[in-house]
């Protein structure tokens, strides 16, 4: 189960530091009078610190290192 773990956040830490996050657009209502409605796309971003992939990254590895074997 130890080394399952660490291998996924190996996995999840080097997406991490490859992609430091993402874009993605939400419609917005400007006006909502009736059957008058005017929206708009609002582009929102997620980012994450670089040295939290190093850290998932170097956590897995440490995990992985120390699992035992059956």
């Known amino acids: 189960m ?3 773990i660490g291998l996924v956040l190996i996995v999840l830490g080097v997406v991490m530091l490859i992609w ?6 939400k419609k917005e209502k400007i006006i909502d009078a009736g059957p008058l409605q005017v929206s708009a796309d609002k582009k929102e971003s997620v980012n994450w610190p670089p040295y939290l ?3 998932l990254l170097v956590g897995g590895i440490v995990i992985v290192a120390t699992a035992k074997k059956k």
């Open 2 to 4: 130890n080394r399952t």
């Open 20 to 25: 430091t996050g993402f874009t993605y657009t």
């Open 53 to 55: 992939g190093g850290l």
